[in-house]
């Protein structure tokens, strides 16, 4: 547990691609945790790499946008949208949640990243809706 109290959370980052309200769910979670310092709390929808892009944007909010504690959510509801006849990837996806608190730390370490979106291997993994 990270011990920190709502009203000292700086941004909520909620990561996920089945979110319960289409224009953003993390408002929603800070109302739920309490916070009445109203802290930034936006959706992050980048599917599998959802909860990664999270971590890079704390981590961008802390080295240049002063934020102290960001409070990052990964969390889907894929059973939602399955078909559970097709074996080949039904298996791949599942509901799923967790969290964690990103703070600076003193020590000086590095954390870098290197993310890229290929268009062109859509083919791999496709759903329409």
Not at 51 to 73: D, E, M, Q, T, Y
Not at 95 to 119: E, T, Y
């Amino acid at each position: 547990m990270a011990n920190v109290d709502p009203d000292d959370l700086d941004l909520i980052l909620m990561c996920t691609s089945t979110p319960e309200d289409l224009f953003g769910s993390a408002p929603q979670i800070q109302k739920q945790l309490g916070c009445k310092a109203n802290p930034l709390a936006y959706d992050i929808t980048a599917a599998c790499s959802g909860f990664v892009l999270g971590l890079i944007s704390a981590a961008c909010h802390i080295r240049g946008g002063g934020f102290c504690n960001v409070l990052v959510i990964g969390a889907d509801a894929l059973s939602r949208y399955v078909d559970w006849t097709d074996r080949g990837s039904c298996i791949l996806f599942g509901d799923a949640a967790g969290a964690v608190l990103v703070q600076p730390h003193q020590l000086d370490i590095k954390f870098a990243a290197v993310v890229q979106a290929c268009h062109d291997k859509k083919s791999l993994l496709f759903s329409s809706f």
